[in-house]
């Protein structure tokens, strides 16, 4: 066999829609040298994680768990343990997660339907109602942060009194707001919600949250089928992350490691103030964005401050731009998905990311790729109009 050489990966700054630039001291925890799942000095790491889980999470929740995988993996661990055979779940249509969602819940065993809403959109918490009218669900999933159009869902409250008027169980998605973007699990009466550390918690992937509230936890402890998913049944792995802190499979120590170091920078930070970070960056880079005449996909009152949904000047290929972008300024940003595929970017602006630097960055090399491309535009044009911005504030 040829000698494989030793892995030099580009030094690229990731500013799509994940995963985002990784905190220093993140990678740091990452490489501390791995102790036992069950060593005592690991036991308090887990606490010290559960802990800074529930504070970011804004929730008492005791199930509250890094689950070990990606996102998806979070996201299955809700669907499979709140959905039994038969069961019906509502799930938005406005992006491409709702549509994992359903697919999800369809390989539970339940039924998803769904609740209408053009991508791009927000759902109106008035068309939840109608659809729990409709379907009678046990289950409603929202997602908050919809990383394929640049959409966060607005009232959330509304949303929760529309569910449990009809006595379903409301599940979120804040994998792209979670840390990021204002997001209050039990102020917000949500029953579950899950997130992944590779975006505005600047970890990378591989042990994601999920918290569980009480009424969700007693649907799953009352189930009258097990979990499809042995290693994701919670009720399982609570035997670890509870009480009892007895095997259930070997924790990724060193992913447990690296996210309660980034809990540990968002609590240092200050939740609140963490927000508004992302907002204040979020909107320079928009209005950057703006300046370099592309235009906005989302209309202002929905859009997510950690991710940017542009259509680009008619006539531009997003892929090409994506490449040039990556290929000649190390920066990574994405296509649009689905509707916005052939028109639009997204660039993300989460954790790490939501900073002065790389939003510059990735402005500047934008507009130099614009004008790489025979765009008529001034190459600086995006990085003036950010600066201009953030002295605003
Ligand atoms: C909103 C949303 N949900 C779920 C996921 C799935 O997470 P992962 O790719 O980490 O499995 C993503 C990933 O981008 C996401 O953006």
Redesign the pocket.
Known sequence: MDPVDELRPPDRLLMG??PSETHPRVLRAFGTPPVGHLDPAFIDVMDDTQRLLRSTFRTDNRWTIPVS???????EAAIANLVEPGDTAVVPSN???GD?MAEMVRRAGGTAEPVDAPWGEPLDPADVRTACAEYDPDVVGV?H????TGVLQPSMPAIADAVHDHDALLLV?C??SLGGVEFRADEWDVDAA?A????CLSCP?GA?PLTVGEAAAAKIRNRETPVRSWYLDLSELDAYWGEDRSYHHTAPINNVYGLREALRLVDEEGIETRWARHERYGEALGEGLWALGLEPVVDAGARLPSLTTARLPAGLDPGTVVERMRDAYDVEIATGLGTFANEAVRVGCMGHGARRGPVLETLGALGETLVDFGVDVDPGAGVAAAVTSLREE
């Open positions: 829609p994940g995988g990606t996102g998806s993996a979070a996201m992006g491409y997660f994992r997602v942060a919809e990383t394929s998605d994998v792209t899950y992944g550390a590779q975006k992937p994601s």
